[in-house]
């Protein structure tokens, strides 16, 4: 674990943040009033937990952009589209972490490993879903299709008129006589 400073082991954060932003207090006066309280703090440690603050809200602001950018690109996908781009996106974020630190001395590299093997099996159940799903639609489609056909023949539609229809189903190349086309 990073050494913490003297503020964050006696859990003064958060009132610090509280004094600044919603009682308007100075760096100084919150570290006045924390000194008469008996508090080992400094005005130089007061604003650095001030400015440690607000970049974490700020990069908690651009995290809930993003999330916000990626509903919206994908509201119309089906939800494993969803699950992938957040996989993705965890996997970057784990790696932007990893890359902060020159050593993993002050990592349980056990634990840097088990989460990326988590995201790694997290994708491969994705990908194996979206194939699954991928084969079971396309068969849906060629039995649709053969369906199709039957009724078609039963219908007296001429063979040329099915093989049409079955190809526009099935996703390939229509033939030349394909009369839709003006």
């Known amino acids: 674990m990073p050494k913490r400073n003297k503020i964050e082991m006696q859990n003064l954060v958060e009132r610090i943040v509280k004094m600044f932003y919603e009682e308007k207090k100075s760096q100084l006066e ?5 000194k008469s309280e008996g508090f080992d703090v ?10 440690s603050h607000a970049s974490q809200m700020k990069a908690y602001r651009n995290a809930a952009k993003e999330a916000v950018e990626i509903v919206k690109e994908l509201k119309d996908s089906p ?15 784990l790696l932007q972490e990893v890359k902060k ?10 634990d840097v490993l088990k989460a990326a093997n988590q995201n790694a099996m997290t994708q491969a159940r994705i ?12 068969q849906g489609l060629f039995k649709a299709a053969d369906v199709i056909e039957e009724e078609g023949k039963k219908a007296g539609l001429s063979a040329e008129t099915l093989a049409i229809i079955k190809a526009k189903i099935t996703g390939q190349k229509v033939p030349d006589g394909d009369t839709d086309e003006e």
Not at 30 to 34: D, H, K, P, Q, R
Not at 79 to 93: F, N, R, V, Y
Not at 101 to 110: D, I, Q, R
């Open 42 to 51: 400094s005005k130089s440690g007061v604003g650095r937990t001030l400015v």
């Open 127 to 138: 990908a194996k879903i979206k194939l699954d799903y991928a084969k079971g639609y396309r």
């Open 30 to 34: 919150i570290t006045e009033i924390l």
């Open 79 to 93: 939800g494993l589209e969803i699950a992938e781009a957040t996989t993705q996106l965890l996997q970057t974020k």
């Open 101 to 110: 630190f020159s050593s993993f001395e002050t990592l349980e590299v056990k």
